[in-house]
Each structure stands twice: as C-alpha cells, then as structure tokens.
C-alpha cells in the first residue's frame, strides 16, 4: 500500500476470555502504531468479548452490522483486524464490505497483512526485499480473490489484474507459486553469500542487538559505533540489518543490528527471515534492548525471549538493557532500580544495566559491561592476547550492511 492511498482505517479485537480488557486496549494501541507506520489514520476502535472469534466473520453478527454501517457512513478505506484472519473469514468480510452498488472499495487487513505492508515498504536491500516479497507471496496464495492491489505491487507482478473468475484466479495461483519458487532460488543464493561473508568474521566477537520493535536499539547502535543508522519513532524502523565494528579498550567487536521482533510476528516473516537471524543466533553476546518505561515491557520481554527460543538462539549470553530509564524516572518518581534490577537477575538476566539512549545516561556502564563480556569472549579466540595491538586481523574494516 502506498502511503498517499487508503488514509483512514478502524481498528477490530475480539476479546476473549484470556484476554484482560486493559491488555486488549495495549494491543489495539499497537496496531494503531502499527496502522500510522503505514500512513493510514485510525479513526475508530472497535471491540468484542467472545468465547472465541466468529468462523465466518471473525465478529458477531450484530458486532458486524454495526462495523459496517460505521465504514459506509464515514466512508472508511481499511478495516484492521488484530489477529489474523481465515482465508473464508477475508473472502466474507471484503464480500459484505464490497457491495456492486458501492463505488469506493474498502481494504480489509488482518495483522499479518499489515506487518507485512510495512515491511515491504521499508526493506532496501536486495536480501530484505526477496524476503518480505517470498512472505507475501506465501502469505497471499490461499487468500487471491479481490487482493489485486498487493499483488500488484510484488516484483514481476501476477500477469493478471481485475477479473475474479475461477480461470483468473487459477492463473494467479499458479504464477504466484512459480514467483515463490524464484524468490526462494534467489534467497539461496544470497544466504550463500551471506554465509561466506560470516565465516570471514569468525575471528573476531559478534555481539546483536535485539528486543521489541521501537525499543531504541538502533539509536544505541548509533551511540556505539558512532555510526548514522536509520532511528526513528515509529515500528520497524530497522528492517535491514546493519554490522558496524566497535572498539572498546582496544579490544574489537562486530555490532549488529537486526529487525525488532512484535508479538504474532507473521510466521512466513520469520520463516523468510531465517537468514538475516542468523545474524542473531551466531552471535557471541546479545544485548536484549527493552523500553523500561513502555507499560506492558514485561510482556515484550517475554514475546523476544519466546522468538530467541524459537529461531535457536535462547542461549546466548545476554545482557540486558534497560533503555528509556529517563522516562521511567518521569512516569515513576519513586521507582526503585536497585529493586528492578534484582528482580531481573532472578529471572535469569546476569547482567541488568539501566540506560537512556536519549540522555545518554549510563551509557558508559553500559559500555564496561559489555567490554567484559566481550574480552571474556575475547580471550577464547586469543588466549596469548595481552592487551594493546596484540591481535592480528587479516581485513580491518568490518563495517557492512546486510
């Protein structure tokens, strides 16, 4: 979607019974992010408790009526579903949403769609591209009917636009299958590539950032190699990955910067970015960045652990980061660090630092703490190391993007 189309959307929960009303609120706040991330306004939430979500139209029956009558008199361009829907659950809802005596036509999103959208928006690099087009691609298959505008926007194109007959579709289906088929041709051979260019750093530590999107990662990644990574205010500012060398006491490292994690990140993302994690799982050190002063931060640091366990790298040593204390120390006057900090350790977090990458408080505690890890790392790669330039690369500039 391009960001000077389809401008307004309401935003659609089901609430179920493991839900809490407050967690619903956070969620759909997060989808409106998500939402103006895109460049679409959310002009309404719309929310239900269920036992579970509606087989035909994810909402109830007057919920929908309801929705309905909201889009057509308000003239709505999305309406954005917080989970994701059922091929049939999307057939029926752009169905009923896109009457033949209604002129302007309503988008209807679930949360991988626009996750995806947003990703394909921001990916530059050849690798990133081929990764979100392959997730698209897989994720569009069994949902074509009345989807043209996605596919129209996939490299190569489907070869066919408009009619939504039974022989279009057909031929839809078996062109998306072959661009598939070439997009993961393509991603072999950059992974190769990718591979090769690993190995040449074996010599030297790897340390990743990660953690939940829009935590501040790629402004700490800025303080720490000195170098001008894309950071803004809004959800996956970082879609590429980014590797800088830093020097720290004259002991080097590789810094890397990788796509933040959300929670129900599409599986065919995290299926087509495998590669780009494997940023992630080899590396040495992981500094798990988290916004301290965001009010469900418990609940995303449990979302980056799960996705660390699931792409193989949950056992990495980590440091923990605790960015934003600067806010916090707003919200929270009276807050108790110390006590925070013990409560994070017994957790299993060894080493907890308190930081502001906007203040650039503790930015050098944070600093020690990770030259120790590193030169404990350090030392396993040239136990005869002794300090100074004692150690002996064959390239001297690491600096990459990926």
Not at 213 to 235: I, R, Y
Not at 298 to 320: D, F, M, Q, R, Y
Not at 324 to 339: G, I, M, T, Y
Request: avoid cysteine; glycine fraction near 4%; charge should be negative.
């Amino acid at each position: 979607m391009k960001e000077s189309e389809n401008k307004s959307a309401i935003l659609v929960a089901v609430e179920t019974g493991k839900l809490q009303e407050e967690i619903t609120i956070e969620h759909l706040e997060e989808l409106a992010f998500l939402a103006e991330t895109a460049g679409i306004t959310t002009v309404e939430k719309f929310t239900q408790r269920l036992p579970h979500p509606d087989v035909r139209t994810f909402v109830g029956k007057g919920k929908f009526s309801e929705i309905k009558e909201y889009v057509f008199e308000h003239d709505v361009d999305n309406v954005i579903f917080d989970d994701d829907l059922s091929p049939s659950q999307l057939r029926n809802l752009e169905k009923e949403l896109n009457p033949a005596d209604r002129d302007s036509k309503v988008q209807v999103y679930d949360r991988s769609l626009l996750i995806l959208d947003i990703f394909l928006q921001r990916a530059q690099t050849a690798q990133a591209r081929t990764q979100v087009e392959l997730a698209m691609n897989q994720y569009l298959l069994p949902r074509l009917t009345r989807m043209w505008t996605h596919l129209e926007r996939q490299r190569g194109g489907t070869g066919t636009r408009g009619g939504a007959g039974e022989k279009e579709i057909e031929t839809d289906r078996r062109n998306i299958r072959n661009q598939i088929a070439v997009l993961k041709d393509e991603l072999e051979k950059i992974d190769k590539q990718r591979k090769t260019q690993r190995k040449s750093r074996s010599n030297i530590v790897r340390v990743s950032l990660v953690g939940y999107t829009n935590v501040g990662k790629s402004t700490l990644m800025n303080l720490l190699s000195k170098s001008k990574v894309k950071a803004e205010n809004k959800l996956f500012a970082t879609v590429d990955s980014t590797v800088r060398k830093v020097v720290i006491d004259n002991i080097p490292f590789l810094l890397s910067d990788t796509v933040g994690f959300i929670r129900k990140l599409p599986h065919h993302l995290i299926e087509s970015f495998k590669s780009t994690l494997d940023e992630v799982r080899e590396s040495d050190i992981l500094l798990h960045v988290v916004d301290v002063a965001h009010p469900f931060h418990n609940n995303h640091i449990e979302v980056v652990s799960k996705t660390l366990t699931e792409i193989e790298a949950g056992n990495i040593p980590t440091i923990l980061v605790l960015n934003k204390v600067d806010l916090l120390k707003e919200q929270e006057p009276e807050v108790n660090l110390d006590e925070m900090k013990r409560l994070y350790q017994s957790q299993g977090f060894e080493n907890v630092v308190f930081v502001s990458a906007f203040t650039k408080e503790n930015l050098e505690e944070l600093k020690r703490v990770i030259f120790e890890r590193v030169k404990k790392r350090h030392m396993t790669i040239y136990p005869n190391y002794i300090g100074g330039d004692s150690y002996l690369y064959q390239d001297s500039d690491y600096s990459v993007e990926s």
